[in-house]
């Protein structure tokens, strides 16, 4: 182990983090490998290790001959400033090696308050921020993740951006980068070829062009660099034979999610309208519950864990639930081995399976209506009747368990007070169930209702939606409180709306914004997500430092015709098709899910076949 | 009586924390196909207790972890199964039932090295010889029942022996100092160095423990 590092690690907060050495670490000779990556996650071990998606790809690359990937996240401050202090460089876990001296490196990127992040830690590397500041070949700077849907924020920064599911991506821009070094291709030769790759958007080829009420006339294609028109994102189309990590590293000290996590399904049948990821993960392909079950069994085996759950976007839609549940319960029960199942609908199926699965630990219950009317309800697509999940909630309580947390958005399109107060009246319905049919009133109940502030997303049916005022979410929220003020049993917790208001910038802004970035940066900004480091006047004398208005990116309704930063990135769901989602939204009107009937959004031209197998 | 584990950690485990390891075992075992005793009660676990908890970034070549082998397993291939399931720098010796009690445990030796890497002072021998020589050494240590947030503790009768030796850039103290009730930590020792010899103070210390021993100083296994 490096010596600095070796004085360092006595100093700092939770040392474990900061060592690799992991059980299935992956560990190779330097002189057999001619590829060296590090993976990259812009927040903590704790959170970044428990990422699947960072999983999957750190097995797909280390299963290929000579290409060595490692991982690399963000230090806590303490940490980061003994290496500042002692001048050590951000290094690879499992070499320890400086990752500036790597080939490629990729950043996963999956939530916009991790942005500053992403540049602390290039500089952390000792690298140039921007990649025109990097003009060779090596290291290349690379992201992928859901928040590459709207890289522009990002843009200047990183060579190229990778949209969509990454397994079989990124070992061809590998490849291609392999070709590159052995033929001395310059960094512009190279990322014109990458373009070429699917899936591959390379911001420096498309040039904003901005009009003079500061919206987008266009993103120019730069003449010569024969970007594509549309960047398509990639999907896996048989996950059957996709890659899943079932070994691999079990972290040595507490991670968030430390457990197996045994992926179901990506996309979603359910067509939420606020919802990215049900959009843009689309098509639904599921996994064969044979070969989940053996890859739980597996993953169990080798890990030494003792809780598993299934992961997806809404398990209860998974065809085949019951069947994989009772083999995975045939061997997980005479093991001790817990099995959870988030991601449920309210509905009775899913309570009855919860009921089944949990027999020991009745902790909390959570469910997320996202509305407090049916009529709201049904505006943004969240098919979920009133009746359901009070009848769950019923079966649940009467089953002994006594608490019950509540979801929901405040600010939705065409939200009213009254949907604000139905938000009260369904969580009295849900005391009033517990009141009716718990076996044990003295116990007492707690029932925890959250709201956080509606945030638009690209991509989505709101993506043209104004985030309302600040000052009017603060009244709907004291509504809600006063509402709920004399309910004993009602805990009320709401979103404070700071990150909201960044992440509703930030989710929709332009390449403008970079400049926003560097500079909060460079007064200090990193780890946005945690109140310890979150400096929310930071981040307004950024946008006044830059010329730019946040409200013009939160609080602007788009019009129909409007050229959006993301207009070069083509998630396969149509413009149109979101658009008329849009317009039932204001007609209070649901669109089935994609099993009822396909309602035509495009995705199923992702796919050979052309059918969906939702 | 329960079975007992001798193993070393070293290298990039010395970070893992005495929790982090317990959990680190127990996973262990199961990943080496052992099956382990667990815990009666509400929430049954697999049982595995660390005799004397070593401080993160130490490093050690013979801790005692307790545990519950169940029938079926021949303890010795326990060893080798259970290395081979374990994150790097953590090495499995022995496997054998105890035969004697925990509390038997009476001394440990440290090995603590001074690193100097721009050169050793002369007089910095003759001050550790100094200091731990005298009659007593009172120290404040922290403690979470003492109101004031710590207590005094004098050193000197917690020592039974210690050796220096020296070279060009480090000062090595091997030393034998009570190991419970109460025990010593020999970062206290390093601690009263650096406050008494300011000027001698080197730029970094490992700890590392060597040896575990009965009240006679024989071997403890």
Request: with cysteine; hydrophobic share 35%.
């Amino acid at each position: 182990m490096n010596r600095t590092l070796e004085q360092i690690l006595p100093k700092v907060q939770k040392p474990a983090r900061y060592t690799g050495g992991e059980y299935n670490a992956v560990v190779k000779d330097r002189g057999e490998v001619d590829l060296r990556y590090a993976l990259c996650f812009p927040d903590t071990y704790e959170i970044g290790m428990s990422n699947l998606g960072c999983r999957i790809l750190y097995g797909v690359m280390n299963r290929e001959k000579g290409v060595w990937c490692e991982r690399c996240y963000a230090p806590w401050g303490d940490m980061e400033e003994e290496m500042r202090r002692e001048g050590l460089l951000l290094y690879g876990l499992e070499s320890g090696d400086p990752i500036s001296d790597f080939d490629i490196i990729g950043f996963s990127l999956g939530y916009e308050m991790a942005y500053t992040n992403v540049l602390n830690m290039l500089d952390l590397a000792g690298l140039p921020l921007r990649s025109e500041e990097r003009p060779q070949l090596t290291p290349l700077v690379v992201a992928g993740g859901t928040c590459c849907y709207n890289p522009e924020p990002l843009a200047p920064f990183v060579d190229f951006f990778v949209l969509g599911e990454g397994e079989e991506v990124t070992l061809e821009y590998i490849e291609l980068y392999r070709q590159a070094r052995e033929e001395c291709w310059t960094k512009e030769e190279f990322l014109q070829e990458a373009a070429k790759i699917p899936g591959i958007y390379v911001p420096s080829f498309y040039e904003p062009v901005y009009g003079a009420d500061g919206t987008l006339e266009e993103l120019a294609i730069v003449e010569g660099s024969g970007a594509p028109e549309k960047v398509t994102k990639r999907v896996v189309e048989d996950m059957d034979r996709s890659y899943f990590p079932v070994k691999t590293i079990i972290p040595s000290t507490e991670i968030v999610h430390d457990r197996v996590m045994l992926e179901l399904f990506r996309g979603c049948i359910r067509g939420c309208r606020f919802c990215q990821a049900g959009y843009v993960y689309r098509p639904v392909r599921n996994r064969n519950p044979k070969l989940l079950a053996e890859y739980g069994k597996a993953a169990c085996e080798d890990s030494g864990y003792q809780e598993m759950t299934l992961s997806s976007l809404s398990s209860t839609d998974y065809p085949c639930l019951l069947e994989l549940c009772d083999e995975l319960l045939d061997y997980c029960a005479p093991r001790d081995i817990g099995l959870s199942l988030p991601s449920l609908r309210a509905d009775t199926f899913s309570m009855n399976l919860m009921e089944r699965l949990q027999r020991v630990r009745k902790g909390g219950l959570t469910f997320a209506p996202e509305a407090g009317t049916q009529r709201l309800r049904d505006a943004i697509n969240k098919n979920l009747r009133e009746e359901d999940l009070l009848q769950s909630v019923r079966t649940a309580f009467a089953g002994g368990w006594s608490g019950v947390k509540l979801y929901f958005m405040l600010g939705l399109p065409t939200e009213t007070d009254e949907d604000v107060l139905g938000i009260a009246d369904l969580a009295r319905k849900v005391y009033f169930a517990w009141r009716e049919c718990t076996p044990n009133k003295a116990r007492g109940v707690r029932i925890t209702v959250s709201t956080s502030w509606f945030v638009p997303k690209p991509h989505t049916a709101f993506q043209w939606e104004a985030q309302i005022p600040v000052e009017e979410y603060q009244r709907r929220v004291n509504l809600l409180r006063d509402a709920l003020k004399r309910d004993k049993s009602i805990t009320y917790n709401w979103h404070d709306p700071e990150t909201s208001y960044l992440e509703a910038i930030f989710s929709r802004g332009d390449r403008r914004l970079a400049d926003v970035l560097e500079w909060a940066w460079e007064h200090g900004a990193k780890m946005d997500s945690w109140t310890e480091y979150f400096d929310f006047q930071r981040w307004m004398d950024a946008l006044e430092a830059c010329g730019l208005d946040g409200d013009f990116y939160a609080h602007r309704e788009r019009g129909r015709d409007e050229v959006f930063p993301w207009c070069r990135i083509d998630p396969m769901v149509s413009t149109d098709f979101l658009w008329r989602e849009r317009e039932l939204c204001y007609q209070s009107q649901t669109t089935p899910d994609c099993r009822t009937r396909c309602s035509g959004c495009g995705a199923n031209r992702l796919l050979s076949g052309g059918v969906c197998n939702g | 009586m329960a079975d007992r584990l001798l193993f070393s950690k070293t290298g990039r485990a010395r970070y893992i924390s005495h929790l982090d390891l317990m959990r680190t075992f127990q996973r262990a075992f199961a990943r080496a196909k052992i099956p382990i005793k667990h815990t009666e009660g509400f929430h049954p676990h697999p049982f595995v207790s660390i005799a004397l908890p070593l401080s993160v970034g130490y490093s050690s070549e013979c801790e005692i972890l307790e545990f519950g082998l169940l029938e079926g397993t021949d303890p010795e291939t326990v060893p080798a199964r259970l290395t081979a399931a374990m994150p790097e720098g953590i090495t499995v010796h022995q496997c054998y039932p105890a035969q004697r009690k925990l509390k038997e445990l009476s001394y440990v030796n440290y090995i603590m090295n001074f690193e100097y890497p721009e050169g050793r002072p002369q007089e910095c021998e003759p001050a550790i010889a100094q200091l731990l020589g005298r009659e007593s050494l009172v120290v404040e240590k922290k403690s979470n029942k003492s109101k004031k947030g710590y207590t005094e503790v004098d050193l000197i009768p917690l020592i039974r022996e210690w050796n220096v030796e020296c070279q060009s850039d480090t000062m090595t103290l091997s030393m034998v100092v009570s190991a419970q009730n109460p025990g010593l930590n020999p970062e206290l020792i390093r601690a009263a160095f650096c406050r008494e010899y300011p000027q001698f103070a080197p730029q970094f210390v490992t700890f590392h423990r060597r040896e575990v021993l009965d009240a006679e100083g024989n071997l403890f296994r």
